[in-house]
């Protein structure tokens, strides 16, 4: 069992279910663990939702950046960059789902080590 396994089922189940109503004996049983041996892999559910949410960004932040880099006009440019953000988030529709609704769920600790990534997209909307 391999943590990016163990973060694959934990955004099927955050995306099924909500973050707060997963529990860490429905990941663990989702990848065939001891809850206590999920434990070996990860921390917590914070640690797991924060993993989910930077590596979700990190996708976006990688398809924009080979955006930015072709030698376009700026409309095609946004046009590609439209593109690319909607096959992203429906070719990964847990991991989306995850970073459009769970992202309010991080404790103060772990939002902290978030936001510095997001403030540079503003990708919720909101100030920080």
């Not at 049983?29 to 921390?43: E, G, P």
């Not at 976006?60 to 590609?80: C, F, H, N, S, T």
């Not at 997209?121 to 920080?128: A, D």
Request: glycine share 2%; net charge negative.
């Amino acid at each position: 069992m391999t943590r990016d396994e163990i973060l694959e089922a934990a955004a099927q189940i955050f995306r099924q279910k909500g973050y707060h109503a997963a529990s860490m004996q429905d990941i663990a049983d989702a990848v065939k663990l001891q809850k206590a041996s999920l434990y070996h892999h990860v921390n917590s559910k914070q640690e797991i939702l924060l993993a989910l949410l930077d590596q979700a960004l990190d996708m976006l932040i990688e398809g924009m950046e080979r955006v930015l880099a072709l030698d376009l006009p700026p409309e095609e440019k946004l046009r590609q960059a439209m593109l690319v953000y909607l096959q992203i988030m429906l070719e990964q529709r847990d991991l989306s789902s995850v970073l459009l609704l769970e992202y309010r769920s991080l404790e103060p600790a772990y939002r902290q080590r978030h936001i510095p990534a997001v403030i540079n997209m503003n990708l919720y909307g909101e100030t920080c």
